[in-house]
């Protein structure tokens, strides 16, 4: 009688693997197991250590800016940086005052929220509660798309289409100011607001809103009442991402936002010219000596600017935890 060897493997996504290893085979099988979480360990800590490294380079050089001989010399720099708002590196008696700069980055910023928020929050509610499930399969990837068109394309279009515009139907004496700006920042984080506060809503579940309904709340008392209160942590959070997002583009506001280094006057005339520490940055430091108090104060404001969105990242990162707790823990 002629016994067949029974087949002791299991068949997995078309893969023969035996029950029964060999040591050889049992050990190579740790050392590809070992040698991938090497892998991956190596490709996460060359992203950490890429990071560190940015910080590291924009900070010691920054630091060259305000580095003296004395400390009185280093406090003074500083104050001149943060108080000053004549921005003349090139003049004979160069001033390095970056406090336009600062101000001009929150003008642009701050527009480009009052447009944004209100807009992104409204299109947010729109596809979390209101739209179908096949037009929010339709809209939100059309929103998203915005993201993807390259920031030169928005300044051309400030330069060529809004600013004659503005000069025109506004009346205003030039067209690239911080409004235009404005105007282009808040299209460019309307996609980050929208994505990210229509998932915070849509993270709280039905079973809220259906224990509203059940209460007698309509549908817009339940929307205003119950899911927004509940998305608070992501809505602001998706905020907080879109001013990032405003606060650290570089090609719109280059072209769009005039290039005068000034305070507007008086100060909520957002129709003046402004200049941003990113258009700083990017239009100076092509032409700028290596190793001068110009690059190093171009790279100060540059470690200002990482400074202020680093802490609105930590800030944002925060409330993203806080809205993914009450999401499992109303699971739960």
């Not at 990210?196 to 817009?220: C, H, K, N, P, Q």
Request: hydrophobic share 55%.
């Amino acid at each position: 009688m002629k016994f067949n060897k029974p087949d002791i493997s299991i068949k997995a996504a078309g893969f023969a693997r035996p029950l029964l290893l060999t040591p050889a085979e049992d050990i190579r099988g740790w050392l590809f197991m070992h040698a991938g979480r090497l892998l991956f360990f190596l490709i996460t800590c060359t992203s950490v250590v890429s990071v560190f490294l940015i910080f590291t380079f924009i900070t010691r050089e920054a630091f060259g800016f305000v580095i003296c001989k004395t400390p009185i010399q280093t406090l003074g720099r500083l104050w001149e940086f943060f108080t000053s708002p004549r921005w003349y590196p090139e003049a004979q008696q160069a001033e390095f005052g970056a406090l336009s700069l600062i101000v001009g980055s929150f003008y642009v910023t701050s527009g480009a929220l009052m447009l944004a928020v209100p807009a992104g929050l409204l299109a947010a509610m729109f596809l979390s509660d209101i739209a179908p499930f096949a037009i929010r399969q339709i809209c939100k990837p059309v929103i998203e798309i915005l993201a993807a068109i390259p920031s030169v394309a928005y300044g051309f279009f400030a330069v060529l289409v809004v600013a004659p515009w503005l000069q025109t139907h506004l009346g205003l004496t030039t067209g690239t100011n911080a409004l235009n700006a404005s105007i282009m920042l808040a299209i460019m984080a309307v996609p980050t607001i929208v994505s990210v506060a229509d998932d915070a809503m849509t993270a709280t579940g039905t079973y809220i809103r259906e224990a509203s309904y059940a209460l007698g709340a309509t549908r817009a008392e339940t929307l205003i009442k119950v899911v927004i209160p509940a998305a608070h942590s992501g809505i602001i959070a998706a905020i907080i991402l879109g001013m990032m997002r405003a606060i650290g583009e570089t090609m719109v506001v280059w072209m769009a936002a005039g290039n005068a280094s000034q305070i507007p006057a008086p100060w909520w005339n957002i129709a003046s010219a402004v200049r941003t520490m990113t258009a700083t940055i990017a239009g100076d430091m092509g032409e700028t000596v290596k190793g001068s108090d110009h690059y190093h104060a171009l790279f100060m404001a540059g470690f200002t600017l990482l400074a202020m969105t680093f802490i609105l990242n930590l800030v944002s990162e925060y409330f993203l935890s806080q809205a993914k707790k009450i999401s499992v823990a109303k699971r739960k």
